[in-house]
């Protein structure tokens, strides 16, 4: 059932949850134990986690020798390779002790465009976590190519919540709310709850890259998770710090509200 405020979180039983690359690459890697942690948690008391994880070129970089996110497609793709299978390990290992499987699935913007594609998609994730598996979900920057890719995965997690039907989507960020404007301003102030047809003009949200490994940014993260919201999917953004509070329905970050669909089978 669909989380209508934070504190269901607690109770969703099918959340998609995105963590950014800056949150676990490089020299924040220390936080992918602890993201998984609170995953596991949510896992044990049976809800169905679906996890969107960037982080496969920043990962890979430093295998290539290379001293910054490249700029050529060909060098993000080998990049993106390397990471890949490094990111998933590790994300593995972590979850070992709680005994849970995760599950790779790499997609594109066609997967979910086309029809058959998209079904196929659909039904390899709902076997997945009916066989519950962990599934770790990011864009398959390989083969992608700049003309057709996701943009950010704050994207791709919404629409991996519409395909899936997901209770709720958690985005976790670099900050623990959205703000007013950038945080850095000293008149910025949190921004506690959006409702699904709030009118945001006038809000600053800050810039669309905010760090050297990353593409997202607090502007894609509100387009992403009105894009879910509007779908009648409730959407938590906070600091991945606080995963754990957030999986637990915590007062935390900037909740948007789900709007109300009507099933049009129920019509």
Wanted: glycine content about 8%; proline content about 4%.
């Amino acid at each position: 059932m669909t989380a209508r405020t934070r504190a269901e979180l607690a109770t969703a039983e099918r959340i998609v949850v995105k963590v950014g690359s800056s949150s676990i690459s490089g020299e924040s890697s220390w936080r992918i134990p602890m993201i998984v942690h609170a995953l596991a948690a949510a896992h044990a008391r049976g809800c169905e986690i679906v996890l969107v994880s960037s982080g496969a070129i920043a990962t890979g970089i430093p295998f290539l020798d290379l001293d910054a996110r490249p700029t050529d497609l060909a060098t993000q793709q080998a990049a993106a390779a390397v990471g890949q299978n490094i990111l998933v390990y590790r994300y593995q290992e972590a979850l070992r002790p709680f005994q849970v499987v995760a599950g790779q699935v790499l997609l594109t913007t066609g997967d979910l465009e086309n029809p058959m594609s998209r079904s196929n998609a659909r039904r390899a994730m709902e076997r997945l976590l009916s066989l519950r598996i962990l599934p770790i979900v990011n864009e398959n920057d390989t083969v992608a190519t700049q003309e057709i890719r996701f943009g950010d995965n704050d994207r791709l997690a919404a629409l991996v919540a519409q395909l899936i039907d997901a209770d709720a989507l958690v985005l976790l960020s670099d900050v623990e709310a959205l703000y007013t404007k950038p945080p850095t301003d000293p008149a910025a102030e949190p921004i506690d709850v959006i409702a699904s047809d709030a009118d945001l003009i006038g809000l600053e949200f800050g810039a669309t890259v905010v760090n050297s490994v990353g593409t997202g940014g607090a502007a894609t993260k509100v387009s992403a998770a009105r894009l879910a919201a509007a779908s009648g999917i409730g959407v938590l953004v906070t600091s991945a710090d606080l995963v754990d509070g957030a999986l637990k329905g915590a007062e935390i970050g900037t909740w948007f509200t789900p709007a109300d669909v009507v099933d049009p089978a129920t019509v």
